[in-house]
């Protein structure tokens, strides 16, 4: 079994689309083509065909601009982990919309004027939100006790934790929770149902 994070920053991105095609990514959160803002680019809100560009290594033949902004983290007295700028594109590209900073038609080389808005846009702070971009490994589930061990607690999907939720050396990210491309047809985008808070209870000992 190979990380997420690993798998998809190896994927094709035609092979990314086939799997849509079998899926609920068309009328699902994340279908642009009707949106009058998006030009009837569809996918191409956020990848970019036929370019080599990409703003970080590893993004998946992305067509928008990250956003320079600090952010402000999450923090709790009881956090174990110590949250950073987010800096991982499984939360990076999520935000390049979902912080409202940059335009959502600003995208394939042209500045738009239409910005995210109501609940879909988070904004740069970010203590209202779950904390992302922390570590999430077997010294922080043991130093927690609150949280099982990635390395060995499953997913329905029969992997483990990191391997089928964490991107890079176990970063937790909004991809963690979340799949843009809505392959499951899961409400609010979500890589598990949270009925009876199934997701929240897949890391943590509730």
């Not at 594109?89 to 995208?107: I, Q, R």
């Not at 992302?132 to 010294?139: E, K, N, S, T």
Request: charge should be positive.
């Amino acid at each position: 079994m190979r990380n997420r994070g690993t798998a998809w920053e190896a994927g094709a991105l035609c092979v990314v689309l086939a799997a849509r095609a079998l899926g609920g990514m068309a009328g699902s959160a994340h279908d642009f083509t009707a949106s009058g803002w998006s030009r009837g680019a569809g996918c191409g809100v956020c990848h970019a065909f036929h370019s080599t560009d990409a703003p970080a290594a590893g993004t998946p033949a992305w067509s928008r601009e990250f956003s320079n902004v600090a952010y402000t983290l999450y923090t709790s007295t009881t956090l174990d982990a110590t949250p950073g700028q987010p800096t991982h594109y499984g939360s990076k590209l999520c935000l390049s919309c979902h912080d409202g900073v940059t335009a959502l038609d600003t995208f394939g080389g042209q500045r738009g004027s239409t910005y995210i808005h109501g609940k879909a846009r988070i904004g740069t702070d970010l203590r209202a939100t779950h904390p992302i971009g922390i570590i999430y490994d077997g010294a922080l589930a043991h130093a927690d006790r609150g949280l099982f061990d990635p390395n060995t607690k499953r997913i329905p999907t029969g992997e483990t934790i990191t391997n089928g939720l964490l991107f890079g050396t176990g970063n937790l990210e909004c991809a963690s929770c979340h799949d843009v491309h809505d392959r499951l047809g899961n409400p609010k985008l979500l890589r598990i149902r949270n009925n009876g808070s199934a997701l929240c209870r897949t890391c943590h000992r509730m």
